[in-house]
Nanobody, 126 residues
């Protein structure tokens, strides 16, 4: 059974950093792209970043460019998203999703994911 488990969320001070983890199991990690999404209360889900495990290509939403890094550890079947200089608007539920193949347009179309994690909550204090 395919499974994605997020961790690393919590309360972070504005200006600080955090690293989220997405641990995958039950499917061929190397053949899938892993994407991170965020949903704030009352807002639609936003695609943040994606990494294609087959070729290492990465993508970032404009809201994260310059202050986020996505990486993948194929030995642990885990994708990490580090965000620096956190802002209050970064708060929300962060979820990871897996899609067979490349990232493509998954950040714009979250419905293109095959598997979803349960999410981890991030709160940013000012």
């Amino acid at each position: 059974e395919a499974q994605l488990v997020e961790s690393g969320g919590g309360l972070v001070q504005a200006g600080g950093s955090l690293t989220l983890s997405c641990a995958a199991s039950g499917f061929d990690f190397g053949d899938h792209a892993i994407a991170w999404f965020r949903q704030a209360p009352g807002k639609k889900r936003e695609g943040l970043s994606c990494i294609s495990n087959s070729n290492g290509e990465t993508e970032y939403a404009d809201s994260l460019k310059g202050r986020a890094t996505i990486s993948s550890d194929n030995t642990k079947n885990t994708v990490f998203l580090r965000i620096d200089n956190l802002k209050p608007e970064d708060a929300g539920t962060y979820s990871c999703g897996a899609r067979w193949g490349l990232c493509g347009t998954v950040l714009l179309l979250p419905s293109m994911t095959d598997y979803w994690g349960q999410g981890t909550q991030v709160t940013v204090s000012t």
